[in-house]
């Protein structure tokens, strides 16, 4: 990590990080020498997971890219833990405009190094589901058809976290949200409804999609790594479990990742233009129920009483993921 | 070198001797000629080092210049009317964050029903989004106004609007000169940006303010706008000693010497009230006109200095507050607060309905004795719509 000091303040707006306080008013998230692109001390809740998956993509962005990132951030809870004025948790060159113009953003900046003659300074964009598959789908399509040079981040909780856990387009079925409550005929979020990005990505026939999860670091790491090697529009959708929306344990956050996965509900797979060329292979398969079992949004399929019909539904679309997927295997 | 060319053609000309480096733009009328034209500039190499973006909407456009300008390029787009109103969240965020984006709006009717011709509904309806507003009389102005909204927006760090009526300017061929990109840059200096995004100093921009910090933010944007009132000036000033020519600046008088009657208006319909007020002076009437060029920052003190002496103003407006009346007529009413004239309001050309030299002569006659009402709607069919009224009514 460079050891650039980093300075805070907002263009213009004169909101000047700690620019405003006195020295001994300022906080540690202000020491210049603080390492990693996202550092300790920030605002997220305890067992975070998109708090965990930021930090390894972006610190291996930089690693990549030799530090010369620019990061662009859909508002959302990333960007909320991270800068409370007067304070940022970024150790990388960061801007935050909007919740559903990231993509757009990151265009703008892509272009403006472009114009300047600056081919080594590279672009990474991120947000989460909501603004990534439901408000600010229109940009992050346009990004992709022009194949811009971005690499976008999805960190996809499956809910509009921020606001208080409203369902997205990437809400599963049967899952409680705020908006999708655990009552009436067909409790939780609605099947045959929501949208799975990764393939939209791959319809736009861009360099790079993948999948990862953060209960495998290093496969994201890597495949960060690796889109770092190529130009043109990248794509990452990364699973992170949200203990306080999706009612799990702090401490089960990279376990209930890593049940997803390996019940065959999120498949962890790399697409090189529009084709899937590898997918991470299910080490040890378990039910769904296993995953289902360890958060309070889907309470509703095991108590009163269990509903089978769901819990089935939900272990046919696993067993889709895992044929169509070839998640089993070598 | 005057040449006889279109409105939008002129302005994209213009754009290009600035030296833009990254445009962005979706298409809606009247504004495309602009971002055609630029394209081509773009495309066959007349304007290098340039990334020109085909974006798939207007939200898209206004985010590609945010991201743009905040990574030190000199941004630019146009839009129009609906495609205003498409962008509004980025086009507040964009002042929010002090990017100095120049942004052309080809005036058009807001929808619905919905209405491609001119009146100023759309940028009126962006009255308070911390964006620099400059009006163009005709295409000579909207030429000079773009090179003088880049060096405007880039020394105050806040992004300008530049409003020039649909079709009546965009699409009219008329006689304009337009500065060669030699004389542009001796007098717009290279973009200089006050803050942006550079990994070997990294910044975090766009960091949420909350309760105890947000009022001091937006304070100090509010006196950025008032502070913009001499720059405006000086930038037309120094424009004017290069150039030769008096374009923007605040607001212009014509033959408001000694007049008791003053009309005030924006945009294109100032050429067309010249005549009328010739005409009046000729027939021995009192009466004058001021231009207003800047409508924000809104130029309290230089209105004052200029309808001093008078006795009533008549705003002319193209647009209006639905329920209560002119919008310009609020901060004009404001102005002369304590000064003993009376403010009448004439809303006029919505949706492109042509404002006649004959309309107006005989409205500003009953005007010039206050025999008219507060608010009145030039030209309108009182038949029709007390018709309607009373149909409507009868329904509830």
Known sequence: MSATQIKFYQVGSFAVGNRLLRDDERSVQSDPDRTNALTSGHRACQGCGEALGARYALDAAMRATGDQLIAVNATGCLEVFSTPYPESSWRVAWLHSLFGNAPAVATGVAAALRAKGDHTTRVVAQGGDGATVDIGLGPLSGMFERNDDVLYICYDNEAYMNTGVQRSGATPPAARTATTQAVGAHPGNVFGQGKYLPKIAMAHDIPYVATATIADLRDLEAKVERAMTMRGARYLHVLVPCPLGWGSASCDTIKIARLATQSGLFPVFEAINGEVVASSKIRKLVPVEEYLKLQTRYSHLFSPQRNDEVIDHLQRMANKNIERYELMGE | ?396
């Open chain 2, 1 to 396: 070198m005057l040449r006889q060319v279109e409105g939008s053609k002129a302005v994209a000309d213009a754009i290009a001797a600035c030296k833009p480096q990254v445009i962005c733009a979706y298409p809606i009328s009247p504004q495309t000629h602009i971002v055609e034209g630029l394209s081509q500039l773009v495309k066959d190499g007349t304007l290098p080092n340039c990334e020109f973006i085909n974006v798939e909407s207007e939200f898209a456009a206004m985010s590609v210049a945010i991201g743009a300008s905040a990574t030190g390029a000199r941004a630019y787009t146009a839009t129009a009317s609906q495609g205003l109103l498409y962008m509004v969240e980025a086009v507040y965020n964009a002042s929010g964050l002090g990017l100095p984006i120049v942004m052309t709006v080809a005036n058009r009717a807001i929808g619905g029903p919905i209405n491609i011709w001119n009146d100023h509904s759309d940028s009126m309806s962006q009255r308070d989004s911390g964006w620099l507003q400059l009006y163009a009389e005709n295409n000579q102005e909207a030429v000079d106004l773009h090179i003088q909204a880049f060096r405007i927006a880039e020394e105050m760090s806040l992004p300008v609007m530049v409003c020039m009526d649909g079709f009546i300017l965009t699409h009219a061929y008329e006689q304009v000169d337009i500065p060669t990109t030699e004389e542009v840059s001796a007098f717009l200096p290279p973009f200089a940006p006050r803050q942006e995004l550079n990994p070997m100093e990294p910044v975090s921009i766009g960091a949420m303010v909350g309760p105890e910090s947000f009022m001091e933010v937006k304070y100090l944007a509010h006196q950025r706008m008032i502070d913009s009132l001499h720059t405006v000036q000086k930038v037309a000033d120094d424009f004017e000693e290069q150039f030769g020519r008096k374009t923007g600046g605040l607001l212009r008088t014509y033959r408001t010497e000694g007049a008791e009657t003053i009309v005030l208006a924006l945009g294109s319909i100032i050429g067309t009230l010249k005549d009328v007020v010739d005409e009046l002076q000729l027939d021995g009437h009192s009466i004058g006109l001021v231009g207003l060029t800047s409508f924000r920052p809104f130029p309290y003190d230089a209105l004052d200095a200029a309808v001093k002496d008078a006795k009533r103003i008549i705003v002319l407006e193209k647009a209006f507050s639905t329920g209560t009346g002119g919008i310009v007529t609020q901060d004009v009413k404001e102005a002369i607060s304590g000064m003993d004239i009376n403010c009448f309001t004439v809303i006029a050309g919505l949706g492109g309905r042509p404002i006649t030299i004959e309309s107006l002569r005989n409205y500003l006659i009953n005007a010039m004795v206050e025999n008219i009402d507060c608010l009145t709607f030039l030209d309108l069919d009182t038949h029709l719509v007390e018709q309607e009224i009373m149909k409507e009514r009868a329904l509830r």
